[in-house]
């Protein structure tokens, strides 16, 4: 079945750099686009962005440029988020998120989350 | 950007009960609304697409509809595992947007 599988939660210190992997099965990896939503605690959904599986080519919401970068190794399937300076707003759950594509565009299946804490 | 707004931020129902939840978009999004469920401590799960269509394994209790700006989404009778979190989210203009969510509890 179409699986995406992430990474484990992460504790860093403020200033230090995390990178959070997905990893696709199921599925012809570079047939669908893939997304990043961030989810601080105790609220809700924000959409990060999206990778062109096809090219590699990353497109950053609004608020996110800059210190976040989307990457691929299509090799293994894998796509992957880094997060460099981190600041203590960081601490959230990661999820990747497949997008599917037919009237409109959805996201199906998602990841399971990582957790990104970010501490002294 | 388009803002989508649900309502009502939290809604308390006992089980067996019909549930329904609003999201109103800012600006039309023809029929390109999705609906996610959220339990605590899960990854979000695609109930509908396309404002109406369910998705593989979803239950046939739960349906959406609506077009342009205005959406349902509605449980007609509510099971204890259906008490979670609800998010409608839309795309335009190459970007998406998430509702912030309807939070339903039971009463």
């Known amino acids: 079945q179409v699986q995406l599988v992430q990474s484990g939660s992460e504790l860093k210190k403020p200033g230090a750099s995390v990178k959070v992997s997905c990893k696709a099965s199921?599925?012809?990896?570079?047939?669908?686009?893939m997304n990043w939503v961030r989810q601080a605690p105790g609220q809700g959904l924000e959409w990060m962005g999206w990778?062109?599986?096809?090219?590699?080519?990353?497109t950053y919401a609004q608020g996110f440029t800059g210190r976040f970068v989307f990457s691929l190794d299509t090799s293994v399937s894998t796509a992957y988020l880094q997060i460099s300076s981190l600041k203590a707003e960081d601490t959230a759950v990661y999820y990747c998120?497949?997008?599917?594509?037919?009237?409109?565009?959805?996201?199906?299946?998602w990841g399971q989350g990582t957790l990104v804490t970010v501490s002294s | 950007e388009i803002v989508l707004t649900q309502s009502p931020a939290t809604l308390s129902l006992s089980p067996g009960e019909r549930a329904t939840l609003s999201c109103r978009a800012s600006?039309?999004?023809?029929?390109?609304l999705a609906w996610y469920q959220q339990k605590p401590g899960q990854a979000p799960r695609l109930l509908i697409y396309?404002?109406?269509n369910r998705a593989t394994g979803i239950p046939a209790r739960f349906s959406g509809s609506g077009s342009g700006t205005d959406f349902t989404l509605t449980i007609s009778s509510l099971e204890p595992e259906d008490f979670a979190v609800y998010y409608c989210?839309?795309?335009?203009?190459?970007?998406?947007?998430f509702g912030q969510g309807t939070k339903l509890e039971i009463k």
């Open positions: 199921g599925y012809s990896f570079t047939s669908n686009a």
């Open positions: 600006q039309s999004v023809s029929s390109y």
């Open positions: 989210q839309q795309r335009s203009n190459w970007s998406y947007t």
């Open positions: 998120a497949r997008a599917v594509v037919g009237n409109g565009r959805w996201f199906d299946p």
């Open positions: 990778i062109n599986t096809n090219t590699g080519n990353p």
């Open positions: 396309d404002a109406s």
